[in-house]
Nanobody
């Protein structure tokens, strides 16, 4: 059974940093593209970042580029999202996901999802 478990969310002031982690089990980790999405109250879920299977390529939403960094540790089946210079508009539930080789920006490209972790940025 595939499980993705996020951690690291919380409350932070604007300008602060958080590091999200997502541990995977039940799948061959290095076979999958890994992504982060987020959903704010009343809004659609949106793409945040993705990383290729061995971490050579990374992709970011324009709203987070230069502030967020995605990385992965295949030996430990974990993907990370380092979030710096956080803004109130980054407040959302953050989800990690795993998808096939062509997964990138769309949530329908991902097969497995975590339960999400809340990130709240106060002004």
């Amino acid at each position: 059974q595939v499980q993705l478990v996020e951690s690291g969310g919380g409350l932070v002031q604007a300008g602060g940093s958080l590091r999200l982690s997502c541990a995977a089990s039940g799948l061959t980790f290095s076979y999958y593209v890994r992504g982060w999405f987020r959903q704010a109250p009343g809004k659609e879920r949106e793409f945040v970042a993705a990383i290729s299977r061995i971490g050579v390529s990374t992709y970011y939403a324009g709203s987070v580029k230069g502030r967020f960094t995605i990385s992965r540790d295949n030996a430990n089946n974990t993907v990370y999202l380092q979030m710096n210079s956080l803004k109130p508009e980054d407040t959302a539930v953050y989800y990690c996901a795993a998808g096939g080789i062509r997964a990138r920006y769309s949530d329908y490209e991902y097969d497995y999802w975590g339960q999400g972790t809340q990130v709240t940025v106060s002004s």
